[in-house]
């Protein structure tokens, strides 16, 4: 039974990265559908720079949050 609970856990820790890795990808892409529309507004940025440096600090805040609350489960 021990191993079938570290499996499960396994699991679930890889359900978790593969999240992160997922509102990354569309908090990015929503991220340079705005500043799109701030480029059609007249404003002077690069839609795609933006995004290039925001992708990373987006990632990183997910993986920041996501185990924040593994840890805060933990008894």
């Not at 396994?10 to 593969?18: A, D, H, I, P, Y």
């Not at 992160?20 to 480029?39: D, E, F, R, S």
């Not at 404003?43 to 924040?68: D, G, Y």
């Amino acid at each position: 039974m021990d191993q079938r609970a570290k499996l499960q856990l396994r699991l679930q820790e890889t359900v978790e990265s593969l999240s992160v890795l997922v509102l990354t990808y569309y908090a990015v892409g929503l991220l340079a559908y705005m500043v799109k529309g701030g480029k059609e507004a007249g404003l002077a940025i690069h839609p795609e720079i933006i995004a290039a440096i925001a992708a990373p600090i987006i990632a990183l805040t997910f993986l920041v949050i996501s185990r924040r609350r593994r840890h805060k489960q933990k008894p």
